[in-house]
T-cell receptor, first 111, second 113 residues
Framework: KQEVTQIPAALSVPEGENLVLNCSFTDSAIYNLQWFRQDPGKGLTSLLLIQSSQREQTSGRLNASLDKSSGRSTLYIAASQPGDSATYLCAERGGSEKLVFGKGTKLTVNP | ETGVTQTPRHLVMGMTNKKSLKCEQH?????MYWYKQSAKKPLELMFV???????ENNSVPSRFSPECPNSSHLFLHLHTLQPEDSALYLC????????????FGPGTRLTVT
């Protein structure tokens, strides 16, 4: 059974700090991995998608990496801002059209 | 309208009611999905439609009935729900082939009383 784990479940940092969110997955036949942001009571916003053939993707202050051999992905956020406060979800897609999600990391950036 | 839209945004229904959730995507995608998000649980995939054909049903109770009349619209028909069905229901779409990146709607917050 495919599983995705995100650690920590919650993280609180001061504004301006660089931080890393972790995601681990059990599917060795991963097709791609997608990072999302979810604000309270809202839908998901796609941040980055990494194909299995890629090692990392960057968008602005965000950088996501993928290591298939260890079953891990990280989301690096540089110079965090209060507006980055949200729950961050990672989801792994294997051979089907199904995304398997982690429970998320709730990030709070304090001014 | 752009992206993926969902209506209604909030719904309160009794256990004997029948209601429907609607999802519409304006991205030219041809795969659509229903997810359920309950408190303290990961998002759970409910149904996948690809080219208007249901390709996955994730052991969802029959009180949830999906319908995909065309590649832009997806419905979730609800009847005789239980209080534990209260959750945020999210719709998503993606192109078939390529990156399969999924784009999500804002969700419908459902409360069953």
């Amino acid at each position: 059974k495919q599983e995705v784990t995100q650690i920590p479940a919650a993280l609180s940092v001061p504004e301006g700090e660089n931080l890393v969110l972790n995601c681990s997955f059990t599917d060795s036949a991963i097709y791609n991995l997608q990072w999302f942001r979810q604000d309270p009571g809202k839908g998901l916003t796609s941040l980055l998608l990494i194909q299995s053939s890629q090692r990392e993707q960057t968008s602005g202050r965000l950088n996501a990496s993928l290591d298939k051999s260890s079953g891990r992905s990280t989301l690096y956020i540089a110079a965090s801002q209060p507006g980055d406060s949200a729950t961050y979800l990672c989801a792994e897609r294997g051979g089907s059209e199904k995304l398997v999600f982690g429970k998320g990391t709730k990030l709070t950036v304090n001014p | 309208e752009t992206g993926v839209t969902q209506t209604p945004r909030h719904l309160v229904m009794g256990m004997t009611n029948k209601k429907s959730l609607k999802c519409e995507q304006h991205l030219g995608h041809n795969a659509m999905y229903w997810y359920k998000q309950s408190a303290k649980k990961p998002l759970e995939l409910m149904f996948v439609y690809s080219l208007e054909e249901r390709v996955e049903n994730n052991s969802v109770p029959s009180r949830f009935s999906p319908e995909c009349p065309n590649s832009s619209h997806l419905f979730l028909h609800l009847h005789t729900l239980q209080p534990e069905d209260s959750a945020l229901y999210l719709c998503a779409s993606s192109p078939r082939g390529g990156a399969y990146e999924q784009y999500f709607g804002p969700g419908t917050r459902l409360t069953v009383t």
